[in-house]
């Protein structure tokens, strides 16, 4: 699963970062189509990161109610060819932020959803 864990001190390095391209806060999801197409967005492109459970623009830890089995089916069932993606659970309080490294796909397009996505 991860290389490195992603920890609190790492998160508050990216938000304080002003080069965050290859990074897409998500403080809520819809659903797991949403996830989905984030997800092949960055295996289509470069790779990046996902950070579930914050607001940049508010600075609001919003936290994140699934788990990660819960991802890393979404990665698996929504996204075509599946992804292997790298994950980190932050814990902070009663809440959860999951940093989801997605890296660039090897089997380019990558589809959710019968549609292809791109950064």
């Known amino acids: 699963m991860a290389k490195t864990k992603f920890q609190w001190n790492d998160l508050i390095q990216v ?3 002003k080069n965050t391209g290859d990074i897409q806060f998500v403080p809520y ?3 797991e189509k949403e996830l989905a197409q984030y997800m092949v967005a960055f ?3 470069e790779g990046g990161k996902i950070i579930l459970g914050f607001n940049k623009s508010s600075l609001q830890l919003t936290g994140f109610d699934n788990n990660k089995d ?3 089916s ?3 069932r ?3 060819p599946s992804l292997n993606i790298h994950l980190s659970e932050i814990k902070r309080g ?4 999951f940093v989801i490294d997605v890296p660039e796909g090897n089997d380019k397009p990558y589809k959710a959803n019968n549609i292809s996505y791109t950064r």
Not at 94 to 97: N, P
């Open 94 to 97: 009663d809440r959860k932020v």
């Open 70 to 72: 819960w991802i890393l």
């Open 74 to 76: 979404v990665a698996k």
């Open 15 to 17: 938000i304080n970062s």
């Open 78 to 80: 929504n996204c075509t």
């Open 43 to 45: 295996a289509n492109s």
């Open 29 to 31: 999801l819809k659903d």
